[in-house]
Nanobody, 127 residues
């Protein structure tokens, strides 16, 4: 049974930083793209970032470009999201996800393309 577990969320002041981690178990995700999504209170879940299975390609939501960095360590079956210059509008539950398709030639940006999900970690940015 594949499992994704996020950690690293918390309360931070605007302008601060957090590093989220997502550890996979039950199967390897070394050949699957991985993504991060977030859901703010009262809003739908939205795509934040994705990284290809090799780590060679990344994709970001426009508002987080230049502030967030997604990376992965396949030896540790772990994906990271480094978040800098955080803003109150970054507040939400952040979830990592694993691509449904192995060795996809592109980067999945929609929820329907991901088959594996973590429970999420809360990120709260105060103004």
């Amino acid at each position: 049974q594949a499992q994704l577990v996020e950690s690293g969320g918390g309360l931070v002041q605007a302008g601060g930083s957090l590093r989220l981690s997502c550890v996979a178990s039950g199967r390897t995700f070394s050949f699957n793209a991985m993504g991060w999504f977030r859901q703010a209170p009262g809003k739908e879940r939205e795509f934040v970032a994705a990284i290809s299975w090799s780590g060679g390609s990344t994709r970001y939501l426009d508002p987080v470009k230049g502030r967030f960095t997604i990376s992965r360590d396949n030896a540790k079956n772990t994906v990271y999201l480094q978040m800098n210059s955080l803003k109150p509008e970054d507040t939400g539950v952040y979830s990592c996800a694993g691509d449904a398709i192995t060795l996809r030639p592109g980067l999945p940006g929609s929820e329907s393309q991901y088959a594996y999900w973590g429970q999420g970690t809360q990120v709260t940015v105060s103004s």
